[in-house]
C-alpha cells in the first residue's frame, strides 16, 4: 500500500468514526429533550446548557454539552465540505459553537466581529445568488455571514469594551485611560495594518477559524468561501456601509465523499528560523 493510499484509507476510517461520534452527539442531545430539534429552532443563547424539562417529579436541571472530538483530531480532520447534508444541527450545539467562536482574540479585546446567522432557506437561497451560486450556501443547514465592523475602531465600542472589563473584573481607571489613549492612535498610525479592512478581516477570521474548529470538535463541518460579491452581499443583507463582508461560512454536516486532501506545504517551507526565509534547522 503506497503512502497516500494509507493516508486516504485512514481518513475514511475517521470518516466512519466521526459518523458515529455524531450520532453520539446528537443522540444525547436528543435523549435530554422533549422535542426533536426543528431546522429553525430558536438558538438557545448565550451558552449552551441544555435545560432538562421533563425531569421527574417537576425539578428541572441543566447539563452542559462537551465536545466528542478533541482539538489535535478536530484539527487534522476538519475538510472544506463543498455539499451537505440537510440535517439541521441541534440548536443547542450550534449556540455552543457560536459561543466558542466569539472566545478568539482580539485587539484591546475590541471584537469587531459581527454574523448573521441564517437559517432559513429563502436567505439562503438569495446568497447563493450573491455567491456564484456555490450549492454549499444552500445545502447546508446553517450559513454565517462573518463581518468585521470598522465601527469597533471608535470610541463608543471602547467604552463598551471598558464597561465588559469592569464587570469582569478585569478593568481599573488606569487601564481604561490608556485604553482611551491608545486605541485612538493606533487606528490614526495605523503601525501594522495599511487599511481598517485589514483590521477587521484579520479579528473576523481569526474568530472563524476558531468557530470552524469548535464545530469540528462537535462533529460539524464547514466551509469558509470568499467566493461571493461583496456588494451584492451588502446589499441583500442590509449590512452597513462601515461594514466589511469577510467571509461566508456554512455549517452543517458534509455529504460524502469529500474533496481529495490537497496537502500542506512542510513545515520547513512555512516556518523560518529568526529572519524570514532562513530554514528551521532545529527538529519542532
Ligand atoms: C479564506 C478562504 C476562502 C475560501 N473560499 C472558498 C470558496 O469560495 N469556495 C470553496 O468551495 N472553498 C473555499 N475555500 C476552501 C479552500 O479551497 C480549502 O480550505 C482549501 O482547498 C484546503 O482544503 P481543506 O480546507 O479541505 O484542507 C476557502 C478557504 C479559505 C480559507
Redesign the pocket.
Given at each position: 500500500m503506497t503512502k497516500e493510499e494509507g493516508r486516504r484509507q485512514k481518513e475514511e476510517g475517521r470518516g466512519k468514526k466521526e459518523e458515529g461520534r455524531r450520532k453520539k452527539n446528537n443522540s444525547t442531545f436528543l435523549s435530554y429533550q422533549s422535542q426533536s430539534p426543528m431546522p429553525n429552532a430558536p438558538i438557545p443563547m448565550p451558552n449552551a446548557q441544555l435545560p432538562i424539562t421533563n425531569y421527574p417529579l417537576g425539578l428541572s436541571m441543566t447539563i452542559e454539552i462537551q465536545p466528542s472530538i478533541n482539538v489535535k483530531t478536530a484539527i487534522e480532520t476538519?475538510?472544506?465540505?463543498?455539499s451537505f447534508q440537510p440535517d439541521p444541527i441541534p440548536p443547542a450545539i450550534l449556540a455552543e459553537i457560536l459561543r466558542l467562536g466569539v472566545r478568539s482574540p482580539s485587539g484591546y479585546n475590541l471584537q469587531p466581529w459581527r454574523f448573521i446567522v441564517l437559517q432559513d432557506q429563502a436567505s439562503k437561497e438569495k446568497l447563493k445568488a450573491c455567491?456564484?451560486d456555490?450549492r454549499?450556501v444552500v445545502e447546508a443547514p446553517t450559513v454565517l455571514i462573518c463581518c468585521g465592523d470598522r465601527r469597533a475602531t471608535g470610541s463608543k465600542n471602547t467604552e463598551a469594551v471598558i464597561e465588559l472589563g469592569k464587570t469582569t473584573g478585569a478593568m481599573n481607571d488606569n487601564l481604561a485611560g490608556y485604553m482611551r489613549q491608545a486605541i485612538p492612535q493606533l487606528f490614526e498610525n495605523r503601525p501594522s495594518f495599511d487599511s481598517l479592512e485589514a483590521w477587521t478581516n484579520r479579528h473576523t477570521?481569526l474568530a472563524?477559524a476558531h468557530l470552524m474548529i469548535a464545530a469540528k470538535s462537535f462533529g460539524v463541518d464547514s466551509?469558509?468561501?470568499?467566493?461571493?460579491v461583496s456588494a451584492k452581499v451588502k446589499e441583500a443583507f442590509q449590512i452597513p456601509e462601515e461594514v466589511d463582508v469577510c467571509?461566508?461560512l456554512p455549517l452543517g454536516y458534509a455529504a460524502q465523499p469529500?474533496?481529495q486532501?490537497?496537502g500542506?506545504f512542510d513545515v520547513t517551507q512555512v516556518y523560518y528560523s529568526e529572519s524570514y526565509g532562513q530554514a528551521l534547522q532545529a527538529e519542532i
Open positions: 476538519r475538510r472544506a465540505a463543498r455567491a456564484f456555490q454549499q477570521m472563524v466551509c469558509p468561501m470568499e467566493g461571493f467571509c461566508l469529500l474533496k486532501y490537497g500542506r
